[in-house]
């Protein structure tokens, strides 16, 4: 098939830094569930060149696009640029997924049937049918706590938040100003969420089992893990002035 004569209205979104050793497979799975498709890495000039292995990819393939950035700008600025991408280029859905195996691409395909249900489907962890595999206790705690916390204080719905792997409608996207979201690092999904709600989109949540990475490192700092009770806060002041 001549991928370049087809404009899907699917854009797979990978935000990387270091996932040299997991894209290769990551590709070859996500191309198999939804062959049409086209993928964007927003890559942060990876120290183990992840971005001209994607680059090399992109001259042989026509549905592969990269974003290269100078430095790591965090994941809340590089899934900001991959929507401002699919929102400039035409696609109608997004779908956003870690670039280190943990979520599994053929989840896609539930996500994609509810596309009539939904502006934004969310990968969900604590949904029945969802999971947590290969985490350590103290991963799952953390995770588990934010969410609650994120319940707590935030009063919304959604059971996982923190969940990277969503489905967007691009054009629900529209009424929300991304450049000026607050949130550069991981507390942008929470932000987000909140301007989404607050503007009316409809938002359901599918099971995943979230898999713990086997190649490479986590980059969530300590840092930006605290910085999620702030990014709550400001959730809450959001959907106070709905
Ligand atoms: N472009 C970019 N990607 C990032 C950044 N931080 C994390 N990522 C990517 O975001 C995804 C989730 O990060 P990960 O380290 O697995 O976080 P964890 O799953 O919460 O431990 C992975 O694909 C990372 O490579 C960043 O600053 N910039
Ligand atoms: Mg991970």
């Known amino acids: 098939m001549d991928h370049t004569l087809v404009r899907p209205n699917l854009l797979i979104l990978v935000c990387t830094y270091n996932e040299r050793e997991n894209l290769p497979l990551l590709f070859e799975q996500i191309q198999s569930v939804v062959p049409t498709a086209h993928l964007l890495v927003v890559d942060d000039n990876s120290p183990d060149q992840t971005g001209p292995w994607v680059e090399e990819q992109s001259r042989i393939d026509p549905r592969i696009h990269l974003i290269a950035r100078p430095g790591k700008l965090g994941l809340g600025t590089a899934i900001r640029d991959g929507m401002k991408f699919g929102r400039e280029h035409g696609y109608q859905w997004l779908i956003n997924l870690d670039g280190d195996?943990?979520?599994?691409?053929?989840?896609?395909?539930?996500?994609?049937?509810?596309?009539?249900?939904?502006?934004?489907?969310?990968?969900?962890?604590?949904?029945?049918?969802?999971?947590?595999?290969?985490?350590?206790?103290?991963?799952?705690?953390?995770?588990?706590?934010?969410?609650?916390?994120?319940?707590?204080?935030?009063?919304?719905?959604?059971?996982?938040?923190?969940?990277?792997?969503?489905?967007?409608?691009?054009?629900?996207?529209?009424?929300?100003?991304?450049?000026?979201?607050?949130?550069?690092?991981?507390?942008?999904?929470?932000?987000?969420?909140?301007?989404?709600?607050?503007?009316?989109a409809k938002i359901v949540e599918l099971p995943i089992i979230y898999t713990e990475r086997r190649q490479g490192k986590s980059k969530i700092s300590l840092r930006e893990a605290r910085s999620t009770f702030s990014a709550l806060l400001r959730c809450a002041q959001i959907l106070k002035h709905q």
């Open 101 to 200: 195996l943990s979520h599994d691409p053929r989840a896609i395909l539930r996500m994609l049937r509810e596309q009539n249900n939904c502006d934004i489907a969310i990968g969900s962890r604590y949904v029945p049918g969802g999971g947590m595999v290969g985490c350590s206790w103290r991963r799952i705690g953390v995770s588990r706590c934010a969410n609650i916390l994120a319940r707590w204080i935030v009063g919304w719905p959604i059971r996982d938040c923190s969940s990277a792997y969503r489905m967007y409608r691009l054009d629900s996207l529209r009424a929300i100003q991304l450049d000026a979201m607050k949130e550069t690092g991981y507390g942008y999904l929470e932000e987000i969420l909140a301007h989404l709600i607050r503007s009316g």
